[in-house]
């Protein structure tokens, strides 16, 4: 299905019956609603867009033709600055690079993210040389998923944006491995060594005691405040949300309870500090990050601090406004 500024053009596909014969539509009723759709939400969270929702027919990218209809996502222009990613298996635009980034260009493609590479020779490294190269001639930014260990190149390409090689909120929808501790400790490890595309922000949170592992309307088990906590303390200056974009809005058509702290949470700082801070609860060590951006400072903790605390290496000669979102046993804190 694709949508046009004065109507749109779909496909009705009926499943084949034994008996089945010849099938005539005498009237079409359609009613097409989009109070609710992606563009219209990436409105009220960023300036971009990318969502792994809904199944679409495989095309060849070195195929694509101006003019010419495809079974890609639905686009909506909206006037408000929303562009659209495109994503991609890294081998249909491998042939023809420049002919392909050219055609995104001219569709006004803010960025495609490149999947499935799963290795890292010599074939694979040349190859991120050559599409990050292409992508910037064509002024396109580049995630990469299905990736190696990151090696720096967001240096050399500033159009790579993020990558994946994680284990990110995905895994969810078949394990149960991505606890609150196994996220505390990415921040550490992972996260040091380059932009990471984790795709946080699960708004189906859970204790870990009633997480059910599900592919459809999956969960996770973590509370609200340790999702939000992410798109401050994990470095991707292009974030992806994990759901689906009914799961921010609630019944009234309002952002769900945490929902409006995607609006303001930037997506880069300036400095990042590891702090070693001891948490009077049962005496463990919980992790923090103190991330600072001039005019937008904040504060994330990943933990369930039960009092306030100074900061000794953040600068004394600063103030500094703080907004706290506290965990609790409920999960939706």
Known sequence: MRAYDQGAAFRLEIPAEPREGEIRLSSETTALRFPRDYACLAVRHSKYLNSHEGDYAPVAASALKAGALYDLPLACTTGRGVKLWLWTNWDAIGRDMDHVFALYEQWGIAGIKVDYVYRQDQIAIGYYHRLLAAAARHHLMVNIHGAPVPRGLERTYPNLMTEEVIMGAEYNKWSRSVTAGYNVRLAYSRAAVGPMDYTPGGFRNTTSAAFVVRHTLPQVMTTRAQQLAMFVVYPSPLQSLADAPSAYIDAAGHLA????????????????RGIFCPMVSGGSVHGWMAPRRPMSPAMAARSKPERIYAFPSLPAAERYWCSIRPDDLTAMA
């Open 257 to 272: 309870p945490g929902g409006a702290f995607r609006r303001i949470v930037p997506a880069a700082w300036d400095e990042t």
